[in-house]
């Protein structure tokens, strides 16, 4: 049997590195280090909070096989 | 970089750099680290501010891009109403410069004797039977130790040295305020107006701004409430909407992106050896989203704190709620507590119903510049609002 799990994808091309993300994450998963965002896939519960408020549309819950 | 100072601030902002400076000037060792290879970009911010600014800093011209004596508030159906001040032509604030205005700070504090470090990020908090001692810091490659006797969080909306210190920072989903802004130019603007536009279509629990930034050059942005945000429907889908509609043949030479809380204040803002500053601290104005004088008084208010309790020899939380007392009995405290009830009615207000508050009259001669006194006129001129709503009374005393 395939195993489905989620993940938080980060489209660097899109993000705009401000931060908001980081505010609203309940688990303290990401980190804005410098000029590029990080999620730490051990910490991050793929709650899709970050996603749904990202003002430009950078990060999105996938599901992963 | 020292391995021990008396504080160690995280983050170079305008919070950090008055705080910086104040400890200084007391006689103390302090380093501000701030995790940006520049101090002051990228900006994250209308730069937005009330002329009550010059109570905390001298304001130096070149700081200043536009100098506002007057805004315009639009309604969802386009009317406008004018807010002057009393005597007419008085500044009632400024469009800053924050590239330059955020650098001249952390000057001002480097110049008092602070040390600075740019691209040097703290990762966690070094904590010793329950106080916070310090911070480990990624710099140029390495790991450091750096200790402190008290350590100044003022690392921005991020927030996240108080939440490695254990202070739960989150910000709620339905109180960010999710932002875009472009620096627009080529675009006919009045040079001495801000305006605000309303409107559920126009950005929902939230409003589009047009700050001046000089002649025929403006920051254009937008913040709507993180609730109302999702795909097809982000801040920048509006905001784009909006410049299709009034600004059709302005350039965009800056794109901008933030986040601004508009929750309450964190219900404590000092632990053992820790203060919080700033939008660190969500401190950010629930209505308007300003930010940056609430950081510099807090900034300066927690260095003098700071450096109180240094010389006493207690650092404990006990001491340093000096600096928590202190500010939320402050003018300011006491603003942002009113104001996060006052936006929670008007967040509710339907679109017609802001129609009409808006068209109750057209022009206002504001004796004081402020959401206080607006909400009070307005209120004048439609009593319904004290009616309809039983607790806005008791908010405008």
Redesign the interface.
Known sequence: MIKVFKMLIIKREVC???????????E?AL?????YLTVDPETCIECG?CS??????ALEVKNAE | MQSKYNVLIIGGGPGGAMAGKAVAEAGLSCCIIEKRPAIGAPVRCAEGVGQEISKLVDLDPKWISSKINGAQLVAPDGQVLELNPEMAGNEVGYVLDRKIFDRELVWKAANAGCDVFVKSRASSAIIKDGKVCGAIIETGGKTVEVFADIVIAADGVESKFARWCGIDTTVPMAEIETCVQYLMTDIDIDPGLNAFYLGREVAPEGYIWIFSKGKRTANVGIGISGKMCSEGKRPKDYLDAFIAEHLPNGKIIELMAGGVSACKPLECTVADGLIIVGDAARLSDPITGGGIINAMYTGKLAGSVAAECIAAGDCSKKALIKYDTEWRCSKMGKGLKRNYQVKEIFIKLKDEKLNSIVNSVNKLDMEIFDTKYLIRELVKYNPWLLKDIKTLRRLLD
């Open positions: 705009g590195y401000c931060g908001a993300c980081v505010s609203v994450c309940p303290g980190e804005l280090v410098d000029a909070i749904r408020i990202c003002p430009l549309g």
